[in-house]
């Protein structure tokens, strides 16, 4: 298990950049897989980007393809989250969250339940 906090959220307009930071703490940073996942107010949790144990492997939902960038770093034990060309919609509260992994599954997945840990949100809020 690993303990995650997430960073670097705040207010910003569209067209901004945010670039979001989520350490973990615990052993075996680099057997994890990890994702970045948000929730608007008043609705459900979203898939925005996933990364693969090994780093070699992303995935991204649709809405933010071309715009965010998922990053590892094992050497900080920290997953980032490069925001670009923000707009209205991407507002909502972003949470990182992280599952162990055998090394024969370095996929990155983008299915809410597949992660076991789960950081306590960072508040990114895009004005017009």
């Known amino acids: 298990q690993v303990q995650l906090v997430e960073s670097g959220g705040g207010l910003v307009q569209a067209g901004g950049s945010l670039r979001l930071s989520c350490k973990a703490s615990?052993?075996?940073?680099?057997?994890?897989?990890l994702a970045w996942f948000r929730q608007a107010p008043g609705k459900d949790r979203d898939f925005v980007a996933a990364v693969s144990r090994s780093g070699g492997s992303t995935t991204y939902d649709d809405s933010v393809k071309g715009r965010f960038t998922i990053s590892r770093d094992n050497a900080k034990n920290t997953v980032y989250l490069q925001m670009n060309n923000l707009k209205p919609e991407d507002t909502a509260v972003f949470y990182c969250?992280?599952?162990?992994?055998?090394?024969?599954?370095?996929?990155?997945?983008?299915?809410?339940?597949?992660?076991?840990?789960w950081g306590q949100g960072t508040q990114v809020t895009v004005s017009s």
């Open positions: 615990g052993r075996a940073f680099s057997e994890y897989a």
């Open positions: 969250a992280a599952v162990r992994r055998e090394p024969h599954m370095d996929y990155a997945s983008g299915i809410e339940f597949h992660y076991t840990d």
